[in-house]
């Protein structure tokens, strides 16, 4: 019966699909990388049919293209690259999951992860450390020269911002709202928030109220 009442509310293509990571990079010179993993969540009380679409299928094994995930529950797609040439070296291919739930056709949701094949991992690695000694040296830069205007900079910040208040009161009714389920309440249906929802606003509350109290 919940389910039932939850169903028009569900609009083709609004539903947040989660999944992790977001891009996959292959290594030619690294068979380990040739295969990846996606996993799919399903944050919500409802189990959720999935399915993997690619625009360059020829280039890609998908295992389980296609499948359900239980409420609350995950799954892990395996993808292998079975094309390591140096043609396609930096092309960048683009994986979409589409979700709808097990009764429904139409896709609630899609997410897209992108793919990119890469010829050395060793050098990648080289440039990641590169940027990441540039930032550093930059950084030390910023320090040294920032004294000599330091006292100035901490005059206009006596108190949060606005924007961290809103955020902070935007949680705090997001916690104060009902729970879905609750059978007695004067609030819309569609103002009800799962326990997950309310579990990120006490999250994002706490963090606010740090920010806060430090400043």
Do not use: W
């Not at 947040?16 to 996959?24: K, R, S």
């Not at 739930?101 to 949701?109: F, M, N």
């Not at 006596?158 to 009714?173: D, H, N, Q, R, W």
Request: net charge neutral.
């Amino acid at each position: 019966m919940q389910q039932q009442r939850r169903q028009p509310e569900l609009v083709e293509g609004s539903l947040p699909v989660f999944v992790f990571p977001t891009e996959l990079i292959f290594y030619a010179d690294d068979q380990a990388t040739h295969k990846q993993v996606l996993t799919l969540y399903n944050p919500y009380e409802f189990a959720l049919k999935f399915k993997v679409l690619c625009t360059a299928p020829n280039k890609y094994v998908v295992v389980d293209a296609a499948g359900a995930v239980k409420p609350q529950c995950c799954v892990d797609i395996v993808i292998r690259h079975r094309d390591v040439r140096a043609c396609h070296y930096g092309v960048i291919d683009k994986f979409r999951l589409q979700v709808s739930e097990q009764s429904q056709r139409k896709a609630l949701g899609k997410k897209e992860v992108i793919a990119t094949l890469l010829p050395s991992g060793k050098e990648q690695q080289q440039k990641e450390e590169e940027e990441k000694r540039l930032k550093e040296h930059l950084a030390e830069s910023v320090f040294f020269e920032q004294p000599s205007l330091q006292p100035e900079a901490r005059t206009p910040s006596s108190g949060p911002s606005l924007l961290t208040v809103f955020l902070g009161i935007l949680c705090i009714a997001a916690l104060m709202l009902p729970t879905l389920g609750e059978a007695e309440s004067i609030v819309p249906v569609y103002l009800h928030l799962s326990v997950n929802q309310k579990l990120v606003a006490a999250y994002v509350l706490g963090l606010v109220t740090m920010v806060i109290l430090r400043t």
